[in-house]
């Protein structure tokens, strides 16, 4: 069973918005507990990971510093990525996962900024 299953990804235009989504696998039934992260890979690179969320706090990579934020919902095991002000540069495939994360990895979901 995928322990992770990302969607809301799509084809943008810079400047626009998205809005991800991440639901973790009953089979982690302790996911509350966990630190979670959304990570990205784009073409030719490595995956990064540039938004994560413990009990208390949120951390980004520079890059996406005061343009995307992540939140939870432990009662439903979601996790969330809300990307505004979108660059061509964000054009990735996005994972969530923990933080560190498992060796477990969803599908991701395709994000493509481009006018």
């Known amino acids: 069973q995928v322990p992770f299953v990302e969607s809301g990804g799509g084809l943008v235009q810079p400047g626009g918005s998205l809005r991800l989504s991440c639901a973790a696998s009953?089979?982690?039934?302790?996911?509350?507990?966990?630190?979670m992260g959304w990570y990205r890979q784009a073409p030719g690179k490595q995956r990064e990971l540039v938004a994560s969320?413990?009990?208390?706090?949120?951390n980004y990579a520079d890059s996406v510093k005061g343009r995307f934020a992540i939140s939870r919902d432990n009662a439903d095991n979601l996790v969330y990525l809300e990307m505004n002000n979108l660059k061509p540069e964000d054009t990735a495939v996005y994972y969530c996962?923990?933080?560190?994360?498992?060796?477990?990895w969803g599908q991701g979901t395709q994000v493509t900024v481009s006018s």
């Open positions: 009953g089979i982690i039934f302790r996911y509350r507990f966990y630190a």
């Open positions: 996962n923990r933080n560190p994360p498992s060796s477990a």
């Open positions: 969320i413990s009990s208390d706090s949120s």
